[in-house]
């Protein structure tokens, strides 16, 4: 199946680049230059994954915009920023708006290629779970790997792609300690330290949205995180 990629920047050199790059790893391509024109087309059909620059045309944080209206169509579409902007305030704005990575245009094309790749092959083990683990339950908490659903005490919470792998690889085995690393690895995903950091803190902050005791994600400093019942 021939996945399709959303490229929304501005500026046309570099939607092209990142077009033919992506094209010879076997995608289909998808170019916008504005949040408009991309929202137009999402509203017929959603890409497979979106890559999106901060600033667009006469938007200075429209694909901050155009990344919540995303989320608001689909909750496990995977979002990639791709900008130039580096300051730890957007990263952490870009996350908390729903996306599950934060690059910068720095970052290798074949980095860039691997991280994608990443995601998609998460998403194939979604839909392929193994039977015993496809439904998971640790007290209050469901995870199910058919309906990629996620509950807490009855309730069904929306999570990220990124977001629910974190979730699965800690619930899976309460009380052992993962790394970022194992996280990322059991995650599918390819990032720096500090994003798993955010994805955290925006995974408790969802729990205690609906539960203001919950404090099931533990933190062992300088090893990792942990589930606890």
Known sequence: MQRTIAVVEDEPALRQNYADVLKNQGYRVALFANRNDAVQAFNAQLPDLALLDIGLENEVDGGFELCRQLRAMSATMPIIFLTARDSDLDTISGLRLGA??????????????????AFFRRIDAANNPDAEDSVIKRGPLTLDLNRFSVQW?????EFTLTEFWIVHSLARRPGH?????????????VV????ITSHIKRIRNKFIQIDANFDCIDTVYGMGYRWVD
């Open 100 to 117: 599950d990575d934060y690059l910068t245009k720095d970052i290798s094309l074949p980095n860039l290629c691997a991280r994608i790749a």
């Open 153 to 157: 005490r009855d309730q069904l919470l």
């Open 177 to 189: 300690v993962k790394s970022r690393e194992q996280l990322m690895e059991d995650a599918r995903i």
């Open 192 to 195: 720096d330290d500090a994003t």
